[in-house]
C-alpha cells in the first residue's frame, strides 16, 4: 500500500492524466470548428454579425445547444425545404456540407464562442412602445431580458437581426416553418406569431426586442 502521504501526488497524477486526452479533443475540436467557419463567414462575416444581401442572420455568440439543433434540422430537412423559405434553401446545403455530427458540434462550438454582434437595425415603421406590450407573451420562453432559456428551446433575441426575427415570424404565421411534425419547437412558436395580427404588428415587438442589450 502506498504511504498516505503520496495518496494526493498519486490523485493528482491520475487527474492529469485522464484530463490531457480531455484538452487535446477541445483543442481539436476547437480547430476543427475554426476551420469549418471559414467557410460560413462567406455569408455570415468574419464576425458572424450576419449580412442581409445574403439573407444570412447573425449569429456571433448564440449558445451551443441552439446552433446544433438548428443546424441538424437543416441537415434532416425540417428546416429549409418549402418552396417560400429562401433563406433555408440558402442554408441547408451548407448544412449539409457538414458530414458528420462532429463537424455539427464543432462549428457550434466555434459560433457560440464569438462575442455577440448586435446588427444595425435595417426595419423602419416599428414602435418600441407599442412593442413592449406586444412583447408580453414572448416573455415566458424568451424571458423579459431576451436572453433565451435552454430548457424550453427558446433562443436569445438580443443579438438577432431585426430582418431575420420579422422573416422568421412570418414564416411561423404561415406555416413556412413550424408545421414539420418532427420540429417541435418549431411548433411552439406558430401560436405565439399568430398572436401577431400584422406585419406592423411584428415591427412593433421586434423595435421593442432591439432595445434589450446582450
Known amino acids: 500500500m502506498a504511504p498516505m502521504w503520496r495518496l494526493p501526488t498519486l490523485a493528482a497524477a491520475l487527474a492529469l492524466l485522464l484530463a490531457a486526452p480531455a484538452g487535446r ?39 451551443t445547444w441552439y446552433v446544433e439543433r438548428e443546424l441538424r434540422n437543416f441537415h434532416e430537412g425540417i428546416r429549409g425545404t418549402h418552396f417560400d423559405d429562401v433563406s433555408g434553401m440558402r442554408m441547408r446545403p451548407m448544412a449539409l456540407w457538414l458530414r458528420t455530427d462532429a463537424d455539427i458540434v464543432a462549428v457550434a462550438g466555434y459560433v457560440a464562442s464569438l462575442p455577440p454582434v448586435k446588427p444595425a437595425p435595417v426595419l423602419a415603421g416599428g414602435s418600441a412602445a407599442a412593442g413592449a406590450a406586444l412583447y408580453a407573451p414572448c416573455i415566458a420562453c424568451h424571458g423579459a431580458d431576451g436572453r433565451g432559456n435552454e430548457q424550453l428551446g427558446a433562443p436569445p433575441l ?37 398572436l401577431l395580427p400584422d406585419e406592423q404588428a411584428m415591427k412593433n415587438v421586434i423595435a421593442y426586442i432591439t432595445t434589450l442589450e446582450p
Open 25 to 63: 479533443a477541445a483543442d481539436e475540436a476547437n480547430g476543427r470548428g475554426r476551420e469549418l467557419w471559414g467557410f460560413c463567414q462567406q455569408c455570415h462575416g468574419a464576425d458572424g454579425g450576419g449580412t442581409p444581401l445574403y439573407l444570412a442572420p447573425s449569429i456571433a455568440g448564440l449558445p
Open 158 to 194: 438580443t443579438h438577432a437581426s431585426d430582418w431575420y426575427m420579422l422573416t422568421q415570424l412570418q414564416h411561423f404565421k404561415q406555416g413556412v416553418r413550424g408545421s414539420d411534425p418532427r420540429d417541435v419547437k418549431g411548433a411552439l412558436m406558430v401560436p405565439m406569431a399568430k
